[in-house]
């Protein structure tokens, strides 16, 4: 069973996933995501984590982490 929500959107398409963390960081949502890249530095997609980190995970954010570091590629 799969345990994490994966969003995939092009780097002009961040509003939907900012939404998503600006309304949990307004509600105080303790949770953790994953910004996953291909090996050039390009958003392959961004994963809400769940109990587990995958392998394939080498960095974990808060919700306000992850806004931050969108800001700053956006």
């Known amino acids: ?3 994490e929500i994966t969003l995939q959107e092009p780097m002009n398409k961040y ?3 900012k939404k998503i963390l600006r309304k949990q960081i307004e509600d105080s949502v303790h949770t953790f995501w994953a910004h996953l ?3 050039n530095g390009k958003t392959l997609e961004f994963r809400q984590l769940y109990k587990t980190v995958p392998d394939d ?3 974990v954010y808060s919700p306000k982490q992850l806004l931050d570091k969108i ?3 956006s």
């Open 71 to 73: 800001n700053t590629i």
């Open 1 to 3: 069973m799969n345990n």
């Open 57 to 59: 995970v080498s960095e």
């Open 37 to 39: 890249t291909d090996d």
């Open 15 to 17: 509003k939907g996933i």
